[in-house]
């Protein structure tokens, strides 16, 4: 059973940064590719970034391209989500998501979809005042 849980969430100012991680309790954490999503109140739950099982390709979302960066670390397992220039447009509860892509060189396409990831953490608040 894989389990992730995610740290980092708070209120913040809009322009200022914060960094959302997520670590996952597997055993081999290369062999997953990592997203993290959003859901404001009211809306669907959103693709914001994803990363390979070596961290070698990412994508974004264009609303967060230029200001959000995905990285992990797979010796601990973690995965991060560093956001700067903050707008109130961000606010949301933010999600790591998994899916298992094996071992080997990954050349899949990146899944936006959330019912295309197979795990879910529990999600983290993250509000940007005005």
């Known amino acids: 059973q894989v389990q992730l849980v995610e740290s980092g969430g708070g209120l913040v100012q809009a322009g200022d940064s914060l960094s959302l991680s997520c670590t996952a309790s597997?055993?081999?954490?290369?062999?997953?590719?990592m997203g993290w999503f959003r859901q404001a109140p009211g809306k669907e739950r959103e693709f914001v970034s994803g990363?390979?099982?070596?961290?070698?390709?990412?994508r974004y979302a264009d609303s967060v391209k230029g200001r959000f960066t995905i990285s992990r670390d797979n010796a601990k397992k973690t995965v991060y989500l560093q956001m700067n220039s903050l707008k109130p447009e961000d606010t949301a509860v933010y999600y790591c998501a998994a899916y298992w892509v094996g071992a080997g060189t990954w050349v899949g396409p990146m899944r936006y979809a959330p019912s295309a990831y197979d795990y879910w953490g529990q999600g983290t608040q993250v509000t940007v005042s005005s």
């Open positions: 597997v055993r081999t954490f290369s062999t997953y590719v």
């Open positions: 990363i390979g099982g070596s961290g070698g390709r990412s």
